[in-house]
């Protein structure tokens, strides 16, 4: 290669001895390469032995590998959630605050929703001061796109038919709290006066923003239009009432959020997200991993490549979605897709063997449906006249659950069933425990038959 050519060359130039180098110059030169070089070497060696050492490690402990499956928004993520506050409470602790930024988006996305449907029933025209607040809440709501992107770490997710009706959604990838963790290095707690610097600038621009509009918020959420809204046409997340109702505390301007508050965060999963936990189990140690998956229908089939080395599936079932529609078809009934996706669990021939756990969810806000008078067999014809109350409603989905596993199952599988809000602590760690327990046992079984 000319020389002229490797000048060209930025990254090649910057490595060549200057043209005009004295032997003592080359001397150092060399040393000072030879240096760089023993460095670099050690730090391939450190990463070398870092790894074998994972791999001793891994081999030493059996590997359990458990599935999370469940359509969108059946509470994949939540459980998740509730596993890493049972094995590994410390590190909940560590990453709430990388959820504030999503409790802002959550709030702002209720507010455009609230405000969308109002504009559809013509509402502003009739109650000027709903006109009002629209007035002082829009500039609020017209942060939702930003935001998104930040949460989402620039990733711009449209028309891939499983975006919300009130437009942007963010997405959760791996390792976005590492990424989130990296550009806040000082946390509020701190009293870092720098702080406000390390703050992406949609984030900041949310919070300052929810503070000023607290009220106006306040009184969005409890205007008697809105609250007969939310508990008929109008589809709002199950957290949306939540956070709504908590606004006072979350524009407080140190405000971090609570372990409950990241329970109620919503976030879709994007693609598969893995998750390790080295826990003792029956006596034994023991890596657990758990896969938690997007569950809207255009992420599915990234499901299929965990089928073939997974141990355990526990699928999500959210009861409560009995009046909701699917936002990827808004013509599938969300309990009809719940089941159609179980028949095709139950029947798949590489998953015939797998421990299978089936939670039954969300019967906090199917209760309170309920008790609000919705009435299943205006949603599910073959309902019928049933008594629209919680016992008759749940063992009749329960059935139909149980009833598509007895049709599709082949082999010598059993079906655990558990009825659960995981967003309630103390219930879901009691099921954690029992269905962990079991699992193992099965692994173990399996194991001796090998
Ligand atoms: N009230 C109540 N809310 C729940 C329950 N389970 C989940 N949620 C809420 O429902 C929303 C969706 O839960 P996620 O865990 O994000 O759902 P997901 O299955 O991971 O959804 P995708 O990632 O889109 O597949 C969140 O706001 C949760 O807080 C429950 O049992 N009761
Ligand atoms: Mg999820």
């Known amino acids: 290669m000319l020389r002229h050519d490797v000048l060209e060359d930025p990254l090649t130039a910057a490595l060549q001895p200057p043209l005009d180098e004295t032997p003592e110059e080359k001397t150092k030169r060399l040393k000072r390469e030879i240096k760089a070089k023993r460095v670099s070497?050690?730090?391939?060696?450190?990463?070398?032995?870092?790894?074998?050492?994972?791999?001793r490690r891994r081999a030493q402990r059996p590997e359990v590998k458990l599935l999370l499956l469940g359509q969108a928004s059946s509470g994949k993520s939540t459980l998740l959630k509730q596993f890493q506050l049972y094995y590994a409470p410390d590190m909940v602790d560590a990453q709430r605050s990388s959820w504030r930024p999503v409790v802002y988006f959550n709030i702002i996305k209720a507010i455009a929703g609230i405000l969308d449907a109002l504009e559809q029933v013509a509402y502003f025209d009739s109650h000027?001061?709903?006109?009002?607040?629209?007035?002082?809440?829009?500039?609020?709501?017209?942060?939702?796109?930003?935001?998104?992107v930040q949460i989402s770490g620039g990733v711009y997710v449209t028309g891939t038919g499983t975006s919300s009706p009130y437009g942007q959604?963010?997405?959760?990838?791996?390792?976005?709290?590492?990424?989130?963790k990296g550009k806040m290095k000082s946390s509020r707690t701190t009293g870092d006066s720098a702080y406000s610097s390390h703050i992406p600038a949609a984030e900041e621009t949310a919070a300052w923003r929810i503070a000023a509009c607290k009220d106006d918020i306040h009184a969005l959420w409890l205007h008697p239009a809105v609250q007969a809204l939310s508990k008929k046409q109008l589809q709002l997340e199950d957290s949306a009432a939540f956070f709504l109702e908590s606004i006072q505390r979350i524009a407080w301007p140190d405000y971090v959020p609570s372990v409950d508050d990241v329970l109620h965060v919503r976030l879709q999963t994007l693609g598969v997200t893995e998750h390790q936990f080295e826990v003792s189990l029956l006596g034994k140690n023991v890596n657990l991993c758990l896969y938690d998956v997007g569950g809207a229908r255009g992420h599915r089939p990234k499901w299929v490549p965990y089928f073939d080395s997974a141990h355990a599936i526990i699928f999500l079932a959210p009861l409560s979605a009995y009046d909701q529609y699917l936002e990827e078809d808004r013509r599938t009934n969300r309990i009809d897709d719940s089941l159609q996706l179980w028949t095709e669990i139950c029947k798949n021939?590489?998953?015939?063997?797998?421990?299978?756990?089936?939670f039954l969810n969300k019967t906090d806000v199917l209760k309170a449906k309920l008790a609000a008078g919705?009435?299943?067999k205006k949603y599910i014809t073959s309902f019928g006249d049933r008594p629209n109350e919680y016992t008759e409603v749940s063992q009749y989905f329960r059935a139909h659950f149980l009833q598509v596993h007895r049709r599709n199952v082949t082999g010598r599988r059993v079906l655990y069933t558990h009825f659960t809000s995981v967003i309630d602590t103390k219930a879901t760690q009691t099921i954690i425990v029992n269905v962990a327990d079991s699992i193992m046992r099965d692994y173990f079984a399996e194991a001796r038959l090998v």
């Open 169 to 180: 959604d963010a997405y959760v990838r791996p390792g976005w709290q590492t990424l989130a």
């Open 349 to 358: 021939q590489v998953l015939k063997n797998l421990h299978l756990v089936l």
């Open 374 to 376: 919705i009435k299943v």
């Open 41 to 55: 070497d050690g730090i391939d060696v450190a990463l070398r032995a870092e790894r074998d050492e994972l791999k």
């Open 128 to 148: 000027p001061e709903l006109a009002q607040l629209r007035m002082t809440l829009l500039p609020l709501a017209d942060l939702e796109p930003a935001l998104a």
